[in-house]
């Protein structure tokens, strides 16, 4: 399809094992975002990706997250020892420029529902 | 500390009436704003945005204003139509200096438009 993917859909993992979301972004499209939404809270900014330039990592949670985009194309997000207030919405969105710009959005794709047992 | 904040969670409007879904900032230095709409297990999909050297932009039932001053903005849905019955969010964006662009979003407001 044409649109951000992501994948698993839905995730179920045991507290301390480790997991690994992917997103492939709309083709083209220079800028990567990875946002959460955990229950009952707004979009919590993860990761921005931008071309060659290194990546803005100011929203990761805390040293557990980690973030790669291979190519300039699909990335990963990895959680490492998962704990249960990591259960949340993880969502990719991906733009042809970086914003602010007037008429360019972010395209975000449907999320993986992760969940912490 | 919640730098975009909707103060209501939802909202209920009559079909054929102005839904008015509201939004408010603190961070000064915010220059970009967009809404975006989400269905249940979908991802948000852009509606609409203003930069903040406008006070107003039109998108067909969508209208959405700024006001600088009060650090203020809201969405205007003119008529509301059933489909419309979504969760709403608020995002602003602003140059962080270090050539990144980050999205703030609001808590959401939930909007039913009722037949």
């Known amino acids: 399809g044409a649109g951000v993917s992501q994948s698993p859909s839905n995730k179920v993992t045991e507290k301390g094992k480790d997991v690994e979301l992917r997103c492939d972004p709309i083709?083209?499209?220079?800028?990567l975002y990875w946002y959460r939404q955990s229950l009952g809270q707004g979009l919590e900014f993860l990761i921005y990706f931008q071309g060659n330039s290194a990546p803005d990592k100011s929203g990761l949670p805390s040293d557990r997250f980690s973030a790669e985009r291979t190519g300039g194309s699909v990335s990963t997000l990895t959680i490492q020892r998962t704990q249960q207030e990591d259960s949340a919405v993880y969502l990719c969105?991906?733009?042809?420029?970086?914003?602010?710009?007037?008429?360019?959005?972010?395209?975000f794709g449907q999320g993986t529902r992760l969940t912490v047992v | 500390d919640q730098q975009v904040k909707q103060n209501s969670p939802s909202l209920s409007v009559q079909e054929g009436r102005i839904s008015i879904l509201n939004c408010d900032y603190t961070n000064s230095m915010f220059d970009y704003f967009l809404w975006y709409k989400k269905y249940p297990a979908e991802g948000p999909t852009f509606l609409i945005s203003i930069s903040s050297i406008k006070d107003k932009n039109e998108d067909g039932r969508f209208t959405v204003f700024l006001n600088k001053s009060a650090k203020h903005l809201s969405l205007h849905i003119v008529p509301s139509q059933p489909g419309d019955s979504a969760v709403y969010f608020c995002?602003?964006?602003?140059?962080?200096?270090?050539?990144?662009?980050?999205?703030?979003f609001g808590k959401g407001t939930k909007l039913s438009v009722i037949p």
């Open positions: 969105a991906s733009s042809l420029n970086p914003l602010p710009s007037m008429n360019t959005e972010a395209f």
């Open positions: 995002a602003a964006s602003a140059d962080s200096g270090a050539g990144s662009y980050q999205l703030t």
């Open positions: 083709s083209g499209h220079t800028a």
